[in-house]
């Protein structure tokens, strides 16, 4: 009995060292998931020789493409501007926050082209278990129909690294 209690013992030490917080986060790895958001964006304010400007907040919630883990069954939140014309395309750029069910966050910030409905997230922080992470990784959004009130998909992914 002694010796299976120890060898239980050093298991769980040994398991604890390959995840970077005692939380079950492996040090590095790649998470998938979606965001299903609501965008409050106000009308655009157009501005001289071709140029319209936007800001507003999307709320949202996550869930890991797994069905389960990081990042699943968390809140969000991206706060963005935009801005379209002649000379710049259709560029936006921003922060957010993802979260999971224990409230934990990865903050990120994003840039994008709204004419591909797509860009780049990169980890600027994170609470609780995701404290250290570092990384960045693509989103892709479909955005809304008429029908859609506003509500809309977007899939990501980041690879990251906990130090």
Wanted: charged content about 15%; hydrophobic content about 35%; proline content about 4%.
């Amino acid at each position: 009995m002694v010796k299976l209690i120890l060898t239980f013992i050093i298991f769980v030490m040994f398991s604890g060292s390959l995840f970077a917080d005692g939380h079950g986060i492996p040090k590095s790895g790649t998470i998938n998931w979606v965001t299903g958001w609501y965008f409050d964006l106000p009308p655009t304010q157009p501005q001289a020789d071709g140029y319209s400007i936007s800001s507003g907040n999307a709320i949202g919630a996550t869930f890991n493409v797994n069905g389960s883990g990081l990042l699943h069954e968390g809140r969000a939140l991206c706060s963005a501007v935009a801005i379209v014309g002649p000379d710049v395309g259709a560029s936006n750029k921003g922060n957010c926050y993802f979260g999971d069910r224990d409230g934990d966050r990865i903050y990120t910030s994003f840039t994008g082209d709204l004419s591909k409905a797509g860009g780049i997230n990169t980890i600027i922080a994170g609470t609780g278990k995701y404290k250290g992470i570092t990384g960045s990784g693509p989103w892709e959004c479909e955005f809304p129909g008429e029908a859609d009130n506003g509500a809309f998909n977007c899939r990501q992914s980041l690879t990251y690294e906990i130090k």
